[in-house]
Structures are given as structure tokens and as C-alpha cells.
């Protein structure tokens, strides 16, 4: 009986110690991307992770062809993993091309799969006021 409340009192301790510093604790519930021509978008960032998908679906750091992004500094404000980061206007592939490509082609994969998804269409995404 002894080293089960031992073990309680350690899975216990290891929580209290690994969960304050969580960062999925510290995103925000809705995330909005301004837009040049179209309205804004608003990201339901709380959806994504309640639904399970893994943050590695969309954050990303690419090497060789393979995602290296280290999960833990997905925090909110680190300026190092924000998508403009790497999409700037220069880049090979610039954030709006960047969103596009992920989010519809996410979307689009789900609706293949006969999944419940998000939308595809241009005002799906950019709700006019």
C-alpha cells in the first residue's frame, strides 16, 4: 500500500512540476490574420488543439525535408516560430501562399476523408462584417 501512495505522490509532484510550464496552457482560443485585400481571418486555435491535431500539422521548422520544429517553444509571443518568421514577402513561399496552402489543403484532406473540416472557399475564411 506504501509504494502505491508513493507512486501517487510522485506522478503527482512530476504534474504539478511539467504542467504550469505547458505551452499548449498558453495559446489563445482564436488567433486573427489581417488581410491585404480580403477580411480578416480568424483562427479558432482552441478547435484545432481540442480536437486533437497535432501541433506539428501546422507549426513548422523544415531541414532536409524533414519538420524539426522542437514542440517546446511553442509559446505564445516567441517571435522565432511565428509564421512570418520564414513566410516573408520575400520568401519562396510568402505567408499568404503559406496559409493557403496549409489550411485548404488541411481542410481539403479532411473532406476526402469524409472528416468534419473547416472551410475551403475564400469566405469561409474571410467572413465579410
Do not use: W
Not at 521548422?61 to 517546446?72: F, S, T
Not at 489543403?105 to 469524409?114: L, N, S, T
Not at 475551403?120 to 474571410?126: I, K, R, S
Amino acid at each position: 500500500m506504501k509504494m502505491v501512495g508513493c507512486r501517487v505522490l510522485m506522478i503527482t509532484v512530476v504534474l504539478l512540476l511539467v504542467l504550469p510550464g505547458s505551452s499548449v496552457k498558453a495559446q489563445p482560443d482564436k488567433i486573427v490574420f489581417e488581410g491585404k485585400t480580403r477580411p480578416a481571418v480568424t483562427l479558432p486555435h482552441n478547435r484545432h488543439a481540442e480536437a486533437g491535431l497535432p501541433c506539428k500539422d501546422c507549426h513548422h521548422i523544415y531541414e532536409n525535408g524533414k519538420n524539426i520544429l522542437d514542440e517546446g517553444k511553442l509559446e505564445q509571443g516567441n517571435k522565432d516560430v511565428r509564421c512570418f518568421t520564414c513566410h516573408g514577402p520575400k520568401s519562396q513561399l510568402n505567408l499568404e501562399q503559406a496559409f493557403h496552402k496549409q489550411c485548404v489543403g488541411c481542410h481539403g484532406k479532411y473532406q476526402k476523408g469524409k472528416k468534419k473540416t473547416g472551410p475551403q472557399y475564400c469566405g469561409g475564411c474571410h467572413v465579410r462584417k
